[in-house]
C-alpha cells in the first residue's frame, strides 16, 4: 500500500470522480511525479484529500483481504496442495461501499496435491476495479509447491509462482478541465508485465504452523507513463498461529472440530507496514473470528468474521470496521469468501495435509 507514485495518485482522482466530481485537472511535473487538482468544491475536497492521505491503507498496488486464509494460494502460494483433496476458492471484496464503487475485488483459485510431482500446484487469479471501473488490474499466476518431511511431526513446503499481471485505464470515462491536456494524452490506457514470487511454509504436528511470501520479486513496471515509472514494488507477508484443541481428552476429528487458533499476519510493501493479530474460535459447523489491523502509523480496522462448514462447502462473511478518519463516510468493507475441497483423489501417504485457518 504505497503512496506518491503514479497510479495512486490516478486512484485518488478516480474516487474523487465516482463522489459525484466530474470535472478536474491533472499534472503531473516529471521530476517528481507531484499532482496538482483543481476543483471546484474548495475546501470540502481539501479536506477529503486529507483524510484519504492518511488512510493509507486505501491505497494499494495489490488488492487487500481480510479473510486470510480463506484465500490460501494469494496469501502463500506454499499453501498451494496444502489440504487433501483439490480445492477451488472463490472471493468478492467491497471496500469502502459509502464512497461508491471505491475498489471491488474478484479473487478465484484452484489447487492440490499431486503425488508424483511431491507436491501441490495452483492457480490464483484476481481481478480489481477502483474508481467504478475507471482504474482496473488483472493478475493471474501459476505455482508449484514441493513439500517434504524434515521429521515425522515437522513438515515444510517451499513454492515459486510465475505469472502475469496487468491494468487498465478507461480513459474514454474521464472529463478533464483542460480537453487537450498534452500528458494525458500521451499516457497509455494499458500496462502489462511478467512477476515472480515465492513462499516457504512450516507445519508442527497440526499444532502450529507459520510462512513468509515474497511478491512481484522483479519489481516490474505497471505505470501508464514511459516518462515516470511506477514499480510494483516487493510485498513480504509472514504469518503465523497455532490450533488449540478444546475437545476433552484431546481427541481430534476434523468434522467436529472445537478449537481456538491465535494468529499474527505482517505485511510490507515499499514503505508500508502493517500488523494483523487475529483469532478464531471453531466449534464445527461454526467458525467465529475477530482480527485487529494496526497500519503502524494509525489503528485501522477491527474485523469480526464468521464462517460456517458443512461437508465440502465453507463459507464466510467479514466486515471491516474502519477505525480511521474516513470511518463515517467509507462503509468500512465487506468481504464473502466459499470454498469447495474435492474428495482426496488418492490417500497421502508421505506427506499430510497442514493444518491452518479455514478463513
Not at 130 to 147: D, E, P, Q, R, V
Not at 198 to 223: E, K
Amino acid at each position: 500500500m504505497i503512496i506518491g507514485d503514479f497510479n495512486v495518485c490516478l486512484r485518488l482522482i478516480l474516487l474523487l470522480k465516482i463522489r459525484g466530481i466530474n470535472i478536474f485537472h491533472f499534472l503531473f511535473t516529471r521530476s517528481n511525479r507531484s499532482l496538482l487538482l483543481t476543483m471546484p468544491e474548495g475546501l470540502k475536497i481539501i479536506g477529503l484529500l486529507a483524510f484519504l492521505f492518511m488512510a493509507r491503507t486505501c491505497f494499494s498496488q495489490d488488492p487487500e483481504f481480510s479473510q486470510f486464509y480463506a484465500n490460501p494460494l494469494y496469501l502463500n502460494p506454499a499453501l498451494a496442495g496444502a489440504t487433501s483433496g483439490p480445492r477451488i476458492v472463490a472471493g468478492y471484496r467491497n471496500q469502502w461501499p459509502g464512497l461508491g464503487n471505491a475498489f471491488v475485488t474478484y479473487h478465484a483459485s484452484y489447487d492440490m496435491y499431486l503425488r508424483p510431482l511431491h507436491g501441490g500446484v495452483g492457480l490464483d487469479i484476481t481481478f480489481d476495479q477502483a474508481g467504478g471501473g475507471n482504474l482496473n488490474s488483472f493478475a493471474i499466476s501459476a505455482m508449484y509447491a514441493y513439500k517434504f518431511n524434515i521429521t515425522e511431526r515437522f513438515q515444510a513446503s517451499g513454492a515459486v509462482k510465475a505469472g502475469y499481471y496487468a491494468s487498465y485505464l478507461n480513459k474514454n470515462n474521464l472529463t478533464l478541465l483542460e480537453p487537450n491536456d498534452p500528458y494525458f494524452y500521451s499516457l497509455s490506457a494499458s500496462a502489462g508485465v511478467p512477476d515472480f514470487g515465492a513462499g516457504i511454509f512450516l507445519s508442527f504436528d497440526n499444532i502450529l504452523y507459520g510462512g513468509i511470501a515474497v511478491d512481484h520479486l522483479s519489481q516490474p513496471n505497471i505505470g501508464f507513463s514511459s516518462v515516470n515509472p511506477s514499480p510494483l514494488y516487493i510485498k513480504m507477508t509472514a504469518h503465523m498461529g497455532s490450533v488449540i484443541n478444546l475437545r476433552p481428552g484431546g481427541g481430534y476429528d476434523d468434522d467436529r472440530e472445537f478449537s481456538i487458533s491465535p494468529n499474527v499476519l505482517y505485511q510490507q510493501q515499499f514503505n508500508f507496514h502493517q500488523l494483523n493479530i487475529g483469532v478464531y474460535l471453531t466449534i464445527d459447523p461454526i467458525i467465529a473470528g475477530v482480527w485487529f489491523r494496526h497500519n503502524f502509523e494509525n489503528s485501522d480496522a477491527v474485523i469480526p468474521l464468521i464462517g460456517f462448514h458443512w461437508k465440502n462447502l465453507r463459507v464466510g462473511y467479514s466486515y471491516d470496521y474502519s477505525l480511521s478518519k474516513l470511518k463515517d463516510a467509507s462503509g468500512g468493507a465487506h468481504e464473502v469468501s466459499a470454498s469447495w475441497q474435492f474428495a482426496a483423489i488418492e490417500k497421502r501417504r508421505e506427506i499430510r495435509a497442514i493444518k491452518c485457518p479455514r478463513f
